[in-house]
């Protein structure tokens, strides 16, 4: 099954971690990265995708694995 997540956050040095950690433990990039400014900051968004061998199920804790 592929799993999906959109990890979003300020544009720092800790989101560029976050997705650094996600692509380590499996994760791959998914379409090209999204920014748009909230009045005070820039604000950056990363879809990622995972294949994995389980089954679904709306409990599983995407950022675990």
């Known amino acids: 099954m592929k799993l999906y997540r959109l990890l979003t956050g300020p544009d ?4 560029c971690h976050r997705v650094t950690e ?3 433990r ?16 820039v604000i950056a968004g ?3 995708v995972k294949e994995v061998e389980d ?5 599983l804790q995407l950022g675990v694995l």
């Open 12 to 15: 720092d040095s800790s989101f």
């Open 46 to 48: 990363q879809a990622i």
């Open 55 to 59: 089954d679904y199920t709306p409990e």
């Open 26 to 41: 499996g994760w791959q990039l998914h379409g090209a990265p999204t920014l748009t400014f909230d009045g005070e900051r």
């Open 22 to 24: 996600a692509l380590n």
